[in-house]
């Protein structure tokens, strides 16, 4: 089992940028494959970054064109997201989830986070 806590979201202006963290529960945390995932009003959840358990391999989506990075932490059983040039586009909850095989896609998360709030103002 492994419990996973977002946080870093809030309110920005267009252009601005925002660092979110996911903390992980559990000593299994290196055995995951780690994600943020997103969804807006309306639409469908979104892959937004994956990274593989060592870190060495990671993805994004084709909206964030060199705009986010993600990374992991292992000594601190943590994956994080910096998020910059943000695009009131980019306003949606955003999620982190953890898979234990790679690649790493949407229907494949074991565990998801509560979510955290982001919003681009214009």
């Known amino acids: 089992q492994v419990q996973l806590v977002e946080s870093g979201g809030g309110l920005v202006q267009a252009g601005g940028s925002l660092s979110l963290s996911c903390a992980a529960s559990g000593r299994t945390f290196r055995l995951y494959a780690m994600g943020w995932f997103r969804q807006a009003p309306g639409k469908e959840r979104e892959v937004v970054a994956t990274i593989s358990r060592t870190g060495d391999n990671s993805g994004y989506g084709k909206f964030v064109k060199g705009r986010f990075t993600i990374s992991r932490d292992k000594a601190k059983n943590s994956v994080y997201l910096q998020m910059n040039s943000l695009k009131p586009e980019d306003t949606a909850i955003y999620y982190c989830?953890?898979?234990?095989?790679?690649?790493?896609?949407?229907?494949?998360?074991?565990?998801w986070g509560q979510g955290t709030q982001v919003t681009v103002s214009s």
């Open positions: 989830a953890a898979n234990p095989t790679w690649p790493f896609t949407l229907s494949s998360a074991d565990y």
